[in-house]
């Protein structure tokens, strides 16, 4: 493994757990083991505890006293904690955008659904999710609310420790593209009070859709 350079050391380090937590090469629940992952990056464990401390702050991985630092596990009730709230969130952000969005931005917004409906007809699902994506960044870049996409980023981190994704279920890709459309419709025609229910219900959606999975798994476990 590559060695770090000094430069910026503890975010550097950060950011490759990050990342090594969101592909779940460190999966949820795992004991991070400090002197290992010291020696891999040819680093002190005074950096490296720094970079966990800020990993701490994000929700991805816990400091226990005497027991040491392990990869947040994220519960069935910690979805339904932070579904609804990132759809109030993400709601709000849509409604915002449509005050503060430009015809530009609009149009910037709707090419993005182009690029989702055509990774959904030729399945490329990595194109789709990474589209999925910058849709919702789109809108709550356009909100122009900094506080709000600083809050919603940071929920997003979390939701990523999760080993589901809803648009793996049957039948919700599509379920998820017309939610969009229906988004970027009201968005087009200024109706703030209803792009905000449209992005709210469809945040909610998802963790239906999340549910249903689960129960999936369990039944066939």
Same mark, same amino acid.
């Given at each position: 493994?590559?060695?770090? %350079? ?49 990993? %701490? ?53 709707? #090419? ?28 709550? #870049? ?75 798994? #369990?039944? %066939? %476990?």
């Amino acid at each position: 493994m590559n060695r770090i %350079a000094p430069t910026a050391l503890y975010q550097e380090v950060a950011e490759r757990l990050r990342q090594r937590i969101f592909a779940h090469e460190l999966t949820p629940g795992t004991w991070i083991d400090e002197q290992k992952l010291a020696e891999q990056y040819g680093i002190s464990r005074t950096p490296l505890r720094e970079a966990l401390k800020v990993l %701490a702050s994000e929700g991805l991985v816990e400091l226990k006293p005497r027991r040491g630092c392990y990869v947040t596990e994220i519960s069935r009730q910690d979805l339904d904690d932070i579904f609804p709230l990132m759809a109030m969130l993400e709601g709000r952000c849509a409604a915002e955008a449509v005050a503060k969005a430009g015809a530009g931005d609009i149009e910037a917004l709707k #090419e993005i659904h182009e690029r989702l409906e055509a990774a959904a007809r030729d399945g490329r699902i990595d194109a789709f999710f990474e589209a999925n994506q910058e849709f919702h960044r789109k809108i709550q #870049e356009l909100s122009g609310n900094r506080w709000l996409l600083s809050v919603i980023q940071d929920l997003r981190k979390v939701l990523k420790l999760s080993r589901l994704h809803s648009l793996s279920l049957e039948g919700r890709l599509q379920q998820s593209l017309d939610e969009h459309r229906r988004i970027v419709a009201a968005l087009s025609t200024r109706n703030a009070e209803e792009a905000e229910k449209l992005m709210h219900d469809h945040l909610l959606s998802g963790r239906e859709a999340l549910a249903k999975m689960e129960a999936k798994l #369990e039944k %066939a %476990a």
